[in-house]
């Protein structure tokens, strides 16, 4: 049976590094999944052939079971699954078209719970689940309200997922970086260049990833700065932690 990874966003910042990094494992395949095939198509250059393009738009239901179905065919030992596609807006939540809401709700919280039920009956002991999540799921955030909740719901679910999994010996971990250096970001606000305060490369938050997912835990924070950022928020009240947030964003409203 072959032993494979699966990485979904793969063609983004951080999704591309995992693929970098997982190509170096001891693995017959590693699936890309996305949109853009160009894109994934590209990582298959770059990463040789074992890279398998998978196109899927995983907002979208019947995308999901016909990624079921290549499972079936393929019938791989999934070793390590890292649910990374994930969407935000930074913008007051008034200014969210439906459309936008359901978007961010499917990519980010009921793509990556679908899909790890999907590949489960292929994962085997020893498999490590990661599920990118973020900083912004340790506390509310406004005028990111809508993505920091998403995260939350990600962060929540693999940490109660990674109890669950611990008798069939798989693991699950959620990576809470804070900001990353990536396409994701919005640059420019009102004319205003953003400033991302403890801002680091997507390399940091791979390389720290896969080394805790490595030793089974259950929470990858990669940074000094978001690790004070994690105690501050269990010491302080959510009110005050808002209010220092509010704060550090009022020159861009
Ligand atoms: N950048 C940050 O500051 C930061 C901080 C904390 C956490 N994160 C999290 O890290 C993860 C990766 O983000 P990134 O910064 O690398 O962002 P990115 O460069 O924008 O990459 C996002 C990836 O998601 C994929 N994607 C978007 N919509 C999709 C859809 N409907 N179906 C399938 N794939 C889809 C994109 O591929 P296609 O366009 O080809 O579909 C792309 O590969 C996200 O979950 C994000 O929330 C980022």
Not at 104 to 111: F, G, P, S, V, W
Request: aromatic fraction near 8%; charge should be positive.
């Amino acid at each position: 049976m072959k032993k494979i990874a699966i990485v979904t966003g793969a063609s983004g910042g951080i999704g591309q590094v995992f693929v970098r990094e997982l190509a170096k494992e001891a693995l017959d395949e590693i699936w890309v999944v996305g949109r853009n095939e160009n894109r994934l198509l590209g990582l298959k250059k770059e990463f040789g052939a074992k890279i398998i393009p998978v196109c899927k738009d995983l907002t979208v239901t019947a995308d999901l079971f016909s990624f079921s179905d290549l499972l079936k065919q393929q019938h791989p030992s999934v070793l390590w699954f890292v649910n990374n596609a994930g969407i935000a807006k930074m913008a007051p939540s008034k200014a969210f078209s439906i459309s936008e809401i359901e978007q961010t709700i499917d990519l980010n919280c009921k793509a990556p719970a679908a899909l790890i039920n999907l590949c489960l009956p292929f994962m085997i002991k020893g498999t490590k689940i990661l599920n990118v999540s973020s900083a912004s799921a340790f506390q509310p955030v406004p005028y990111l309200n809508l993505y920091a909740a998403s995260k939350a719901f990600e962060r929540s679910y693999s940490r109660a997922l990674h109890i669950e999994l611990m008798p069939y010996g798989i693991t699950v971990t959620a990576v809470c970086p804070g900001w990353v250096e990536t396409d994701m970001l919005t640059k420019e606000i009102n004319g205003k260049k953003v400033r991302f305060p403890g801002i680091v490369a997507p390399e940091k938050v791979v390389k720290k990833a896969l080394k805790d997912a490595k030793k089974g835990r259950d929470l990858s924070i990669c940074s000094f700065y978001v690790k004070c950022q994690h105690i501050n928020v269990k010491l302080l009240p959510q009110k005050l932690t808002m209010k220092i947030w509010m704060r550090s964003i009022r020159s861009y409203l």
